[in-house]
């Protein structure tokens, strides 16, 4: 971590409050060195540490039986009993009027995933949070009381917000601590879906189901064309075995080399989700990724898909594709067609990596069972659906900004790493390791490195290739009104390199180019992934006044040190 | 070797690569990034079958498909990239035979045959797969002029390079490769 003020900073915010630890196990560290495998049964029992699932075939590197993370493990509500807690209830829709108050706690709860009743988190007892929905331009408030052990925020994902009310611990608001509540009030100026989650040990805390939409409508009722209906998709993962999850860190994270990876995946928070559709329907899909580090390729089966729309606003143009790539905290709005009765699976369809063979293999989890009836629905949107709509009113807002384009790039970023102190198995392993890295890590292909590497010995790093600051010690001043080139290189050359979700808090970007070839269809954003060795070129509009993070929304990532703050003057 | 000495090794090998200075100052079809992104960008190793291709020099630039999603994978996860060709000293094809591009798999099990490229011209194709090998051919043009494209190549050789997903096979072998060593598909410690 930086030194002085940046990494007070960030200690506060990787940091969980002394009371958290009322409700941690005891530290069992030193009992820990030199077991084996049977004692790691035992030590499942007294709630310490136990091995991650590993079902990827990969054979356990020599050297690390018994080897446990040099954090302490950290589970919510360890020792009480879940059913003393009340049990969450599947998310409501708020919808709110300018100037309207909604209370929200921030509280235990019990839920019952892939048969594991489980003690975690919810915003007012919901999973995902309620589903607050605000005319576009208004002003909501919310109440959030903290019901929890452990200081929390709420930052509100992707809105240009009042800075204030960003939810960033140390630099917008202090924490709020147990027991301790505080009002956010939201301007909404865009139509979109947005997010909210806590900014506080988001690894933990977003892990433990903090994590809810906020729907911006629009004024024109032709805003995203017509559909039958929506559903509202918050992909997730969770990382389990036969014992429930696997315990997170106490001090720091663990996974901080790939992020944690779940192995059960989840649609609203059910692993069985389900739908039923009419014949014929045009179903529009809010797809929001609260996971902590997994990037999904959401497939529909055989039926026609175009995107519509991501982060911040529409595209210029509808365009077809065959599946959403879709890294944390993005947003995209599909239509998908149902025109065939029968059953539609969507799917996270990848290709994962098995590093120990040096091969890709197919891998297709399940996400939703859509029944399409024999029925047809009786509003049929086929022509509709089959036009692909442009957008001159983004095009015209975009076309301010095109002077810009072809400029050179007012900042350079690099992503990196530093690695200290790992087992040495791990170290030799990825000397011997190819020299080829995946675009994208779909997969935890190296679960048990990954799994012991934490943010103790890992620091990711952005660098600022003009200054050679790096991280917290980066000072970007801007100027409202000022637009703002960024090129990020995703650097293949380090420890080991891996996909970014870069995310700029209170403000908008248009993604211009990936790997020097233009863009040729934008859309606002306030998240886009840098896969390995890309370069991508961002430009930002400084609109919003105030002081605002730029981080990487990997959870372990941005804990591990991936981020800066910039101020914005005027 | 070290992942970072390999890595320098390889930084090396493309950054004094004559391909580049084709790229700058190339023919007709130039239609790419003129720097494209080192990372995927890989060499076209001469395998000197062919009187006059002793000192092909060539690579290929690889960049993803547009997509709205920042990166582009079909519906079963694979990667799709456009592959642009650059050569330097391709001469022209002897007796009337034609260059023929293919792209495959690594394991040769799905071959595409991607066009003709002609000497001081670039060449542009677009591959599916996650590990893919580029090669050239000569081939008798009337081979070429089948319905619905020739299946496989007949002729020699004449260049081959091997994507950079290729470099991911440590530990398992080279695979179908592995008679040859990573130096002559371009890889490995100064070529
Ligand atoms: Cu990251």
Redesign the pocket.
Known sequence: MAAGAEGMRARLMCGIAASALLLAPAAVRAQMDGMDHSAHMHMEMSGGWRMPPMDMEMPMLPGLDGVVPVVEPFMPGMGMDPATLPEARPSELVPMADGDTLAMSVSMVRRTINGHEMVMFGYDGQYPGPLIQAPQGSTVVVRVVNEIQMPTTIHWHGIRIDNRFDGVPGLTQDPIGPGESFVYEIDVPDAGMYWYHPHVREDVQQDLGLFGNLLVTSPDPDYYGPANREEVFVLDDMLMDAQGAIPWGLDAPTHALM?RFGNVLMVNGVTDHQLEVERGEVVRFYLTNVANSRTFNVTFGGAAVKVVASDVSRYEREQRVESVIIAPAERYVVDVHFEEAGEVVIANSIQAVNHFRGTFYSKVDTLSRVTVQERAVADDLSAEFATLREHDDVQAEIDAFREHFDREPDHHLV?TLRVRDLPLPIVQSMEMDTLYVPPIEWNDAMPMMNWLSTAEQVE?ILRDTDTGAENGDIQWDFEVGDVVKVRVFNTPDSFHP????IHVHGQRFLVLSMDGVENPNLVWKDTAIVPVGSTMDILIEMSNPGDWMLH???AE??HSG?MFNFSVGG | MTRLAGLFALVLLLGSHPGRAVAAGAGGGTCWNPEPPEYYTFEMVTTKNVPGTARLRGSAAVTFVHSPFGVSVSADGSYTYDVHLEFEGLPTAPRGGAWAVWLTKSDLSEVSYAGVIEPGEAFSGRVGWNKFLAIVTLEDPADLAVEGGPARWRGPVVTRGMSRSGMMHTMAGHGPLQQENCAAWGYGRGG
């Open positions: 992020g992503t990711w891996m996909n970014h979700p990487c929304h990997i990532h941005m991936m």
